[in-house]
């Protein structure tokens, strides 16, 4: 970009003061919005830097219906270049933020460690990394892309022996979870997404519902103090293979959340395209302890597309802030594309949940909310409307400033740069 597509640091204070005039006289202070987004992390997922692959030696094509189209230069081919493409991201976002690790990004010196046997070890570089940077990690059991999930079952599995490894696999990973809380002094969120399903019409959709909730019970059996690890079951509407019938629907994980007590994540591109999971966090806070979302943006018949300022994105942050959900939950993100740049990606994506949650955060809500409770619709609609015009930009780009990360375009020079001095060379 030319530098004049970059706002200038007096341009940038100039329209924050006039932006801040603007909310003041709504009754909104910036400076508390800027304060409360600072204090919010997000969760980023750590499998969009290199397509969900993983570094498993013998590791094969991506399973469980999952599908990363694209082939742009510069994958992370190992933990470090991992690692290093977070550092960049890192540095493009406001605030501090934590990573959602997968099983599969175990380091474990080239040695073949069999995911039944994976132990907190085979994450001390990422423990390591996540200290040295001040934030907390989260984990994810990888039930996918692996031989005993070659039937499309894993904890569903009619076959015992199937559903023991990946029963296996799962206690491990909430060890591992663990081991991170205690690390890192903050709780570890341990997600459980199976891709079990039907591609065609099944007979008995009763049995693997039966079978996948004692599986869930032999999981989190062990007592784990939740000031570490904290558990998580993710659903899913349909996936590619599993169309017809997915094991662990919405209905099934809320009712097992709420009668076990786990949390319950909903991931944004799970559902029917005009249905939004933003009016269900409100119903499904009145009966779980905290949630999980997945942050992603479903396109037709897929769920894992770059987060943008979506109507649906907004939709969600403003559930969180007008319902002061934000405490009881974490905001991860869920996405993959290596159809363009994907530290770009990342950055794109988080940025806009962030931006998003800022603008959330600067509405005037106790207006709103009286307005509604007063029955004075007329005037709801007529605010909200108007704060569709209201300067939040000026505000996000000030925060940027204010936290050292870059301003607007800005972000893409950076990336174009890293992307020349690190992505080129690894060919
Ligand atoms: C799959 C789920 C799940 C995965 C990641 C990689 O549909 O959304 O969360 O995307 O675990
Ligand atoms: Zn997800």
Redesign the pocket.
């Given at each position: 970009m030319s530098k004049s597509t970059i706002p200038s640091q007096r341009q940038i204070n100039d329209a924050y003061a006039l932006a801040r005039e603007r909310y003041a006289a709504l009754g909104v202070d910036t400076e508390l919005a800027m304060q409360r987004l600072a204090g919010h992390a997000l969760s980023l997922h750590c499998w969009q830097g290199d397509d969900v692959g993983g570094f498993e030696s013998a590791s094969g094509e991506l399973g469980g219906g999952l599908a990363v189209t694209g082939n742009y230069l510069g994958k992370a081919r190992n933990a470090d270049e991992l690692r290093q493409d977070l550092d960049q991201v890192y540095r493009l976002l406001p605030g501090r933020h934590r990573l959602a690790l997968h099983a599969i990004y175990a380091e474990t010196g080239g040695r073949q460690v069999e995911r039944t046997d994976l132990q907190p070890e085979h994450f001390a570089g990422w423990v390591d990394w996540a200290r040295a940077n001040d934030h907390g990690l989260d984990f994810n059991p990888t039930c996918f892309s692996h031989p005993m999930a070659a039937s499309g079952f894993t904890l569903a599995s009619y076959d015992p022996t199937v559903r023991r490894f990946w029963i296996d696999h799962c206690i491990a990973s909430r060890r591992i979870g663990e081991s991170f809380g205690r690390a890192l002094g903050s709780p570890c969120v341990t997600?459980v997404?199976i891709p079990d399903g039907f591609k065609d019409t099944p007979v008995d959709r009763r049995r693997p519902r039966e079978l996948l909730a004692q599986s869930l019970d032999a999981i989190f059996a062990d007592q784990i103090d939740p000031a570490y690890q904290r558990d998580a079951v993710?659903s899913?509407l349909f996936g590619i293979g599993s169309e017809a019938y997915v094991v662990g629907s919405h209905e099934f994980y809320l009712g097992y959340a709420i009668t076990r007590g786990v949390l319950l994540?909903l991931?944004s591109?799970?559902f029917h395209p005009t249905e939004s999971i933003a009016d269900k966090i409100s119903a499904v806070m009145a009966y779980v302890p905290e949630l999980l979302l997945?942050v992603?943006r479903g396109v037709r018949w897929d769920?894992?597309h770059v987060v943008t300022w979506s109507d649906e994105l907004q939709a969600i942050m403003q559930e969180l802030a007008r319902g002061d959900y934000l405490g009881r939950t974490h905001i991860?993100l869920?996405y993959f594309d290596a159809s363009i740049n994907r530290v770009a990606a990342w950055a794109i994506g988080a940025r806009n949940a962030l931006r998003a949650l800022l603008a959330a955060l600067l509405e005037p809500i106790e207006h709103l909310r009286a307005l509604e409770q007063s029955g004075d619709y007329t005037a709801r609609l007529a605010l909200l409307e108007e704060l569709k015009g209201m300067p939040f930009g000026a505000v996000w780009d000030y925060h940027c400033l204010q936290q050292g990360v870059p301003v607007g375009l800005a972000c893409l020079d950076e990336i174009r740069a890293y992307e020349t001095q690190v992505l080129v060379g690894r060919g």
């Open positions: 997600n997404w993710e899913k994540t991931d591109g799970h997945h992603s769920s894992d991860g869920d």
